[in-house]
């Protein structure tokens, strides 16, 4: 088995610029977790400088 064949469709670029819409960005918006407003953050690397 291909380590690849068990990732979700949206890993992968798709295989016509037509589809789907770019600008649906539903997916990504939608938070996976609650994160309060005093809730410490911690970053690392020179991204985060």
Do not use: H, I, K
Not at 22 to 36: I, M, S, V
């Amino acid at each position: 088995m291909n380590l690849c064949q068990s990732l979700p469709v949206r890993s992968f670029r798709p295989p016509a610029a037509a589809e789907p819409d770019p600008l649906d960005t539903e997916e990504f918006r939608t938070p996976g977790f609650a994160l309060g407003q005093d809730d410490p953050v911690v970053t690392a690397g020179s991204c985060f400088e």
